[in-house]
């Protein structure tokens, strides 16, 4: 089974609505979730918050934050993942990093990718340097963002 399978069905089994905020994967989660049918039953939206603009207006990430720690930080990833949960969602998804060739530096990396997965109940943070062309380092971290949703139902659900 595949994980995006084991997303849908866990989520459903456990009732909850999902959500995702994509930067670097450019809606990869989304359309991994959306290719599972019943997916309307746990899935409400999708965004990719690309710009900081984006990221400040659409998921009320702090540009604070973003002045202080970047983009690609812990921080904003749970800013992003917290405006989802703040919108409706139960479960909020969010990714953002540098997947390359090029924007990346020595204290962040081509590769550099977090990844927040947050609920009412707990919210964890990620951090991960993928290796890999621009394809592989958004795939992996979409997988991973999904691989790690479903470690979240488990533990908090």
Known sequence: M?????????????????????????????????DIPGCSEIYSEGLVTYSNEAKVRRLGVD??????????????????????????ADIGISVTGIAGPGGGSNEKPVGLVYIAVGSERHT???????????????????????FYTIQHLKNYY
């Not at 009732?15 to 991994?32: K, M, Q």
């Not at 934050?65 to 409706?88: H, I, R, W």
């Not at 340097?129 to 997988?143: D, E």
């Open 124 to 146: 964890d943070v990620y951090r991960h340097i993928f290796k890999g062309n621009r394809r592989s380092v958004r795939r992996q971290s979409a997988n991973m963002a999904m």
């Open 63 to 88: 540009p604070a934050t973003l002045q202080e720690f970047g983009a690609v930080s812990a921080e904003t990833a749970v800013e992003m993942a917290n405006g989802l949960l703040a919108q409706g």
């Open 2 to 34: 595949r994980l995006a399978e084991m997303l849908v069905a866990l989520a459903t089994e456990c009732g909850v609505r999902i959500a995702t905020a994509e930067s670097c994967t450019g809606g990869l989660i989304a359309s991994s979730i959306v």
